[in-house]
């Protein structure tokens, strides 16, 4: 970082690939922090800005896998930039379901198809590895996490480790290298998240089938486990905000915590 930080916010870029899928709830958290995001719509063309202007890199979730790199030539330019972020910059990385992923394709891991899609609000288990981590050392051995994914990194990049797991998906979140993280389930998540993502034509058709009888079920989950979500997304990110600090960012604003 140059000399001049002192003098400036905190930037944050943030990659979308769905107008939905926005940072959620993360994006007032680093607001409060200090930090002035400016999103980037992949998937409606938009080209990605000088990477050394930013001192975050959050990537968000979508409908497209990693692997469909024919139906959106996009995510090729996408994956060089996480790799030039995460290998040249080392500076703090921040995915979400579909970032997470990308994380792990871009960074020499595996993503793969699952058997069947996760969806809900299960329970997920830090690891030992993750009891460890400088941002998961912060959160309760086991958490509840909202899940709606139907890929998994099966293969965790070299240099990476396991942060958090569970029975359904072995990667529920991870770290490769010093500076990148990733999470599979949506920790953005807010009291209106459902019914956005709901209007999703991708979405609503696997919401419906996993759903039976009761359309109304996903939202009884989310809002029983809400403020704990809630709390759990104020740690992470005041962590990350930390490791801007710690890696020779922008000075710190008031604390999250």
Not at 187 to 196: A, Q
Not at 202 to 216: C, I, M, Q, R, S
Request: charged letters at 20%.
């Amino acid at each position: 970082m140059s000399d001049d930080t002192a003098s400036r916010p905190g930037r944050v870029l943030v990659f979308q690939h769905l107008p939905e899928e926005d940072p959620g709830a993360i994006g007032p958290l680093l607001t409060e922090a200090g930090f002035e995001l400016t999103a980037v719509e992949l998937d409606h063309g938009e080209a990605i800005p000088d990477l050394a202007e930013f001192d975050i890199l959050l990537v968000m979730g979508g409908p497209m896998d990693v692997w469909q790199e024919d139906e959106h030539s996009w995510l090729v330019t996408e994956k060089l930039a996480i790799r030039r972020w995460v290998s040249e910059f080392q500076r703090p990385y921040l995915g979400v379901c579909l970032g997470h992923q990308l994380l792990g394709d871009a960074m020499g891991g595996t993503v793969g198809a699952m058997a069947t899609a996760e969806i809900g609000v299960p329970d997920i288990m830090v690891t030992p590895d993750g009891a460890l981590d400088p941002i998961f050392f912060h959160l309760p051995a086991v958490v509840p996490g909202l899940q709606w994914h139907h890929a998994e990194v099966t293969q965790i990049p070299p240099d990476g480790v396991a942060l958090a797991s569970n029975s359904a998906c072995a990667v529920q979140a991870m770290r490769v290298g010093t500076s990148a993280w990733g999470v599979q389930f949506h920790m953005e998540v807010g009291v209106s998240t459902i019914d956005e993502w709901a209007a999703v034509p991708e979405y609503e058709e696997v919401l419906t089938a996993a759903g039976g009888d009761d359309p109304k079920w996903l939202h009884h989950a989310v809002a029983a486990h809400l403020p704990t979500m809630e709390t759990n997304a104020r740690t992470l990110v005041a962590a990350l905000v930390d490791q801007v600090h710690t890696l020779g960012g922008v000075p710190l604003a008031d604390s999250l915590s």
